[in-house]
């Protein structure tokens, strides 16, 4: 069955910085990935989707590529800042297609 | 206009007890998932329902989980003789339908269930 690994350890990154954080998934490759965003007490928020046919996505200081040779989705935020501390989950179809599953998280830490 | 609610937003209740949970999605989302959320870990997929099809209980931990769903309107996530493991933060979320950009979820805020 598909996995998603997202690295579990929490990312501590200076304000301005890019803050880059990695998905990866073990099997069939998805049509399409998302990207969503968790403040604690909440839940999850979407922000970006990534098709397999697209190199890369953006949306404001978000940025998303989707490498299928590499198995690896990587999410950029540049000029980060302390109010984008949060958990980041990435989500793929399963392999029916029947229904969506989830990386675990990266916990990110924009300190001032 | 007006997201996944889900009710109620805490429940405390004592091991051995059935909790009920609900979760009303947004108007005109033919797909639901139940989730499960412990502290500080990942979302567990629970169960879910697409329109009139059969239901995909393969998340579910236990025969005393249990779900339905009336039409494509609310939800209902039952926990029979709850067990101080089933506390955790159950999440609901609804999507437009299945496959392609329409599988944006949303998500409800949770019920925090604590288990004494």
């Known amino acids: 069955s598909q996995k998603i690994e997202q690295n579990s350890e929490a990312l501590n990154i200076q304000e301005g910085k890019t803050a880059t954080l990695t998905c990866n998934y073990t099997?069939?490759?998805?049509?399409?990935l998302q990207w969503y965003r968790q403040d604690p007490g909440r839940g999850p928020v979407f922000l970006l989707l990534?098709?397999?046919?697209?190199k890369e996505k953006r949306k404001e200081r978000l940025k998303v590529t989707f490498d299928t040779t590499l198995k690896q989705s990587l999410f950029h935020i540049t000029a980060s800042q302390p109010a984008d501390s949060a958990t980041y989950l990435c989500a793929l179809p399963d392999s029916s297609a029947s229904k969506i599953i989830f990386g675990s998280g990266t916990r990110l830490s924009i300190r001032p | 206009g007006a997201g996944v609610s889900q009710s109620p937003s805490n429940k405390v209740t004592e091991k051995g007890k059935d909790v009920e949970l609900r979760c009303d999605p947004i108007s005109g989302h033919t797909a639901l998932y139940w989730y499960r959320q412990r502290l500080g870990q990942g979302l567990e997929f629970l169960i879910y329902?697409?329109?009139?099809?059969?239901?995909?209980k393969s998340g579910l931990p236990s025969d005393r989980f249990s779900a339905e769903r009336t039409g494509e309107s609310v939800s209902t996530l039952t926990i029979q003789r709850t067990q101080q493991e089933d506390s955790a933060v159950y999440l609901c979320?609804?999507?437009?339908?299945?496959?392609?950009?329409?599988?944006?979820?949303?998500f409800g805020p949770g019920t925090r269930l604590t288990v004494l």
């Open positions: 099997n069939y490759s998805p049509a399409y």
């Open positions: 329902f697409q329109g009139n099809s059969a239901p995909d």
């Open positions: 979320a609804s999507s437009l339908t299945r496959g392609g950009s329409t599988d944006t979820q949303y």
């Open positions: 990534i098709r397999e046919n697209e």
